[in-house]
């Protein structure tokens, strides 16, 4: 039976018929939906774990213990899983055990465009990368089948395009796995350095034997045609390869790490010119001019920037581009904003209202880094506003009653934790204002640690974040409501005046939850609106201006009522009935 299916979908549709038996992952846009989809299905047992490095460990025992394993993350959630990673290529595996990383050219939910063929290359490991839905559920399956043939972990790499758009799949059966025997192999999973030492030399053994894997592979194919040109490509640039030159010869990749070499030098004996289309950095080109294989064209053509298209394949190699039917209109901008209702709205009016020094963090918050209300100075990485406020308040004492550490409930579980230990512990004096909204709202509503739920919906233990905090050596732990725009600007005014470092938990639950109802939207009166505009400094995209006169917009108004804080004059008033 076929099916149209995301990406995402896919994957998790491929680890069922793989007989994978574990997930655990943390969400990051574009992987996120492939645990969702995988929890639905009977025979895996699926988690979210609080960060990538205990999703990865989770895996990893999983996998010695027997059970098809697997985890996911977003190419950054990669650099916080690394460190089991590249031990556990070391070790191996018992089971087989996949990764899944989602790259993000474009950036369209990141805050870099890191390649992650670099992670497989520097933890030799082999890395697989699907062009379509079709390719992700089978090679999900070729992937198990790697890891056990090689002892090793394999990584799956998609990306945006391919994780979020949909293509036909061939459904299949689910293939029954058993449990391997797990056997104590102290020289093979004890990482002591006598122990590790042996095993790099298996290391370098397989690498060698998947190169040769590499030539003879099914995932890798030669389809040739006009003679002319002929492209080395993979992933989603395969399919802008075949769309712009369907009679061109090709070389598509499936297997990325280790590339094949006598294949490729054979093919660029076949084809007059020689062109590498990949997106972000030349690690194909790379290969190529590093074994003498011509190339005629790559990075000098596509550049190191962005994702690639139709469009800008057809610039870059003189095509030209097809005629569209013209628009007249011009489509305005719509940047991303804060929910109507969002709990972080009135607090970060509060922070740009005292123009305090925020360092911030990874989440629906970091939007308060726009204007109007431009409320936040940093953003690096998930958990480092907490880290960050420390240093930056340690060697600018005279900035510690203005500067603050923002972090959202998710975040803090993630990595947050870690830097308010280092605060207490290094005698820091930073104010930190945990965003408690009971979800994780970034990636869609994935429940996590604080929440009192499991990724099953099942009821769990609720961490408490104050009860973290304080156990951290935290003294001055306190709760405010984000709306009541006063009590936050006390109970900030208030801890960031005492030389000690003080937790503010603001908390409120995403307006998006289910469970959370919508007031009656407000109204202006427009005699009593005098055109201050103190209204839109909250940006709330309830509220315009129209002949000079605040206006609402009642089919997104939810009553929050931060509006009425900001106006001095009672100009928005609860609409009757």
């Not at 018929?17 to 655990?24: I, K, T």
């Not at 109507?340 to 740009?352: D, E, I, K, M, Q």
């Not at 998710?410 to 870690?418: A, D, E, K, L, Y």
Request: proline share 6%; with cysteine.
């Amino acid at each position: 039976m076929k099916k149209l299916m995301l990406g995402n979908a896919a994957v998790a549709r491929g680890l069922y018929e793989a007989g994978c038996r574990f997930v655990s992952s943390y969400p990051g846009t574009p992987s996120t939906e492939i645990t969702e989809e995988a929890v639905g299905y009977d025979g895996i047992y699926a988690e979210w774990a609080p960060n990538e490095k205990v999703a990865m460990e989770a895996a990893i025992g999983a996998s010695i213990a027997g059970a098809r394993s697997f985890c996911a993350m977003k190419h950054v959630g990669m650099n916080v899983a690394a460190d089991p990673m590249f031990t556990a290529s070391y070790t191996g595996v018992n089971a087989g055990m996949l990764i899944a990383v989602a790259d993000d050219p474009g950036m369209h939910s990141s805050q870099n465009e890191q390649d992650s063929r670099h992670y497989a290359i520097a933890a030799k490991l082999p890395m697989l990368e699907p062009s379509d839905s079709a390719e992700c559920l089978a090679f999900v399956k070729e992937g198990y089948a790697i890891s056990e043939q090689f002892d090793a972990p394999v990584i799956l790499r998609t990306c945006t395009r391919v994780a979020h758009a949909q293509s036909a799949v061939e459904l299949g059966e689910r293939a029954d796995i058993p449990l391997k025997d797990y056997v104590k192999n102290a020289p093979k999973f004890v990482a002591a350095p006598a122990n590790a030492v042996k095993r790099h030399v298996v290391v370098e053994e397989r690498m060698r034997a998947l190169a040769q894997f590499a030539e003879t592979t099914s995932l890798n194919r030669e389809e040739m045609g006009d003679t002319e040109v002929g492209f080395v490509t993979s992933g989603t640039c395969y399919l802008y390869v075949r769309e712009v030159f369907p009679n061109a010869s090709v070389f598509k990749l499936g297997l990325v790490n280790p590339l094949p070499v006598d294949s490729l030098r054979a093919f660029a004996g076949k084809v007059k010119k020689l062109i590498v289309v990949e997106e972000l950095d030349g690690v194909i080109e790379a290969h190529l001019r590093a074994h003498g294989i011509r190339v005629d064209g790559g990075k000098d053509l596509f550049g190191l920037l962005g994702e690639l298209s139709q469009g800008k394949l057809r610039a870059a190699m003189g095509v030209p581009q097809p005629e569209s039917a013209p628009y007249d209109e011009m489509v305005p901008a719509r940047p991303p904003v804060m929910c109507p209702g969002c709990p972080h709205r009135g607090l970060f009016a509060v922070l740009s209202k005292l123009k305090l020094t925020v360092m911030g963090d990874i989440g629906c918050y970091t939007l308060g880094a726009s204007a109007p209300l431009a409320a936040m100075d940093t953003t690096v990485c998930m958990g480092a506003s907490i880290g960050m406020a420390h240093g930056f308040t340690k060697m600018r004492p005279d900035a510690a009653k203005r500067t603050v550490a923002i972090i959202g409930d998710s975040t803090f579980m993630h990595s947050g934790m870690t830097g308010v230990v280092n605060v207490a512990y290094n005698k820091g004096v930073s104010t930190v204002i945990v965003l408690d909204n009971a979800i994780t709202g970034m990636t869609g509503h994935q429940q996590n640690p604080t929440t009192g739920l499991t990724l099953r919906q099942e009821p769990t233990v609720a961490i408490r974040i104050e009860d973290v905090c304080r156990a951290a050596g935290i003294e001055r732990v306190r709760v405010v409501d984000p709306q009541d725009m006063r009590a936050v600007e006390a109970a900030l005014r208030e801890e960031l005046a005492v030389d000690a470092p003080s937790v503010i938990i603001a908390r409120r639950p995403c307006m998006l939850l289910k469970y959370v109802k919508p007031n009656p939207p407000l109204a202006v009166d427009a005699a009593k609106c005098v055109g201050c505009k103190s209204c839109l400094r909250i940006g709330c995209p309830a509220i315009s201006f129209r002949d000079g006169k605040a206006s609402v917009d009642e089919t997104i108004c939810v009553g929050c009522g931060l509006c009425e804080q900001m106006c001095k004059f009672g100009a928005f008033q609860k609409k009757e009935a």
